[in-house]
């Protein structure tokens, strides 16, 4: 074989094989790099329940804003978890820690203590690429035993 029909098939060969290679998902995740948690330093209990999300944003993929669409879904980058499971797990750690409190959401509740309840809604969440993200949310915060009675709400 000449050596210039050499050359062309194998830069064929190696185009087709790029070709053919899928293009490569990136995984992203709200957590923080190192999760050592301390034990909590009060005795306050606290239940937060899942994350209410605007539809277009209950999807694996990473939903940002772009020139072009008021909203791009990027097929290739993707949340490690559910959006929801990923906000919900950092919100909780963060305000758990803040407070020193302890998360009862999933069980372990001591009855001789109140439970407080933080309803959270996600009301905006803007993400442009390489850029930052601007969210905002609304919460209620009620004792879980206290039906009728006053919430807090922001």
């Avoid at 029909?5 to 923080?32: E, I, N, Q």
């Avoid at 001591?110 to 690429?129: E, F, G, K, M, T």
């Avoid at 850029?131 to 206290?146: C, G, K």
């Amino acid at each position: 074989m000449a050596p210039l029909a050499l050359f062309a098939a194998l830069t064929l060969a190696l185009t087709l094989t790029g070709c053919a290679t899928p293009p490569t998902v990136r995984y992203y995740s709200l957590a923080p790099a190192s999760s050592l948690s301390q034990p909590p330093a009060s005795t306050l209990q606290l239940e937060i329940p899942p994350i209410a999300l605007p539809e277009r944003l209950v999807r694996p993929q990473l939903v940002v804003r772009s020139a072009a669409n008021p909203f791009d879904v990027l097929q290739q980058h993707r949340w490690a978890a559910p959006f929801n499971s990923e906000l919900h797990d950092a919100l909780a750690s963060g305000i758990t820690q803040q407070l020193g409190a302890i998360d009862v959401t999933a069980g372990g509740r001591l009855a001789s203590q109140p439970v407080y309840r933080i309803a959270v809604q996600l009301r905006q969440w803007d993400a442009a690429v390489d850029s930052q993200v601007q969210a905002s949310f609304s919460w209620t915060i009620r004792r879980a035993d206290s039906y009728g009675r006053r919430n807090l709400a922001c």
